[in-house]
């Protein structure tokens, strides 16, 4: 089935073999996820956290927010490296930032990328799947691991988490920010967001999502996300079925929650509080969130921002560009 909002041509690459070994890795992930949460489900550490009125640990990878939801987390790099905070896109986890991540901590960075709420290893509530809420968790995590100097870096759904957290939470633990293809500071197109993405795209995403949200994370995988329907594209299946594999993991009611949270919360307050120096990176031919509504929009509020773009890059430049952005992000992050 092809979705008439992604515009695009089904890849050659997506054979019914492709498809058949997708299922297999969802079906692995999901006996993984599920014997992480057995592991974890530690006898009275659910009490504990509520009754603690903070977030607790519950293992060297997962905590407990002070309403009872699951947060998994990676630690990596040198304990007394500068930390750097990646948070990740819709309908992805931590596991999109492992190139990144390994080339950070492998450069002295102590680097922390979390499962938010309703994604990949963490918990999946029913409720608070909104950006307070991320936002809220994000700031539990950094007082938990007591991360000062942080440096908070977020993609696409993650830059409106990282956002968020300024606009509640403040800087003081904060040395600098980053914004990759992020959302912010409107993704939906409005009178204040005259260039964003129109609802019926939005509603469109929605529909495909309740109808058959795996056949969504292909199509999408497989198209604008990075950029495979453009002519002479070369589709990764590797990077096809890891999208479709994180999307599997995370809850389905989370995931449809997000699609609003991301696309419709108005970030530009939020962006008004940024008083650290910024990255803003994004590609040029990004179809997801254009770049007119999201980078350049978001580098004329934000005061401290650098804006990098990427000729022909699409959303996901984070893979498509690798290097690039590796050496960009470090360079940032020494700076």
Not at 32 to 39: E, K, M, R, S
Not at 138 to 162: H, N, P
Request: net charge neutral; charged share 20%.
């Amino acid at each position: 089935m092809k979705h008439r909002f992604f515009h695009h041509h089904q890849s050659d690459t997506m054979t019914q073999e492709t498809i058949d070994t997708a299922r297999r890795f969802a079906l692995m992930g999901s006996a993984a996820a599920t014997a992480g949460a057995i592991a974890a489900a530690l006898p009275g550490q659910a009490v504990a956290a509520a009754a603690s009125g903070g977030p607790v640990h519950k293992s060297a990878s997962t905590l407990t927010t002070r309403d009872n939801v699951e947060i998994y987390y990676k630690d990596w790099g040198p304990r007394t490296g500068q930390p750097v905070i990646l948070s990740h896109g819709w309908p992805q986890n931590g596991d999109c930032w492992e190139s990144a991540a390994f080339v950070l901590a492998s450069n002295g960075f102590r680097v922390v990328v979390h499962d938010r709420r309703g994604h990949g290893r963490s918990s999946q509530p029913w409720d608070g799947n909104d950006m307070d809420h991320y936002a809220d968790d994000l700031a539990q995590l950094i007082e938990a691991l007591d991360l000062r100097k942080a440096i908070l870096v977020g993609f696409s759904t993650g830059g409106g988490e990282v956002a968020r957290y300024v606009g509640r939470h403040g800087t003081g633990r904060v040395a600098k920010l980053g914004l990759v293809s992020s959302v912010t500071p409107k993704m939906a197109k409005s009178d204040v967001s005259p260039n964003g993405v129109p609802m019926a795209v939005l509603d469109g995403i929605r529909t495909a999502s309740l109808e058959n949200r795996g056949q969504l994370y292909l199509d999408f995988a497989a198209g604008p996300f990075y950029n495979y329907n453009r002519p002479g594209a070369k589709p990764s299946q590797g990077l096809i079925l890891a999208f479709y594999n994180q999307g599997m993991q995370a809850g389905h009611k989370n995931l449809y929650d997000c699609i609003k949270a991301f696309s419709e919360t108005d970030f530009r307050a939020d962006l008004a509080k940024f008083d650290k120096p910024t990255l803003i990176v994004a590609g040029e031919d990004d179809q997801v969130v254009p770049i007119e509504a999201g980078a350049r929009a978001a580098a004329k509020i934000v005061k401290h921002a650098k804006l990098i773009t990427y000729p022909g890059a699409p959303h996901a430049l984070y893979a498509t560009h690798q290097d690039q952005f590796n050496a960009d992000l470090l360079a940032f992050a020494k700076a």
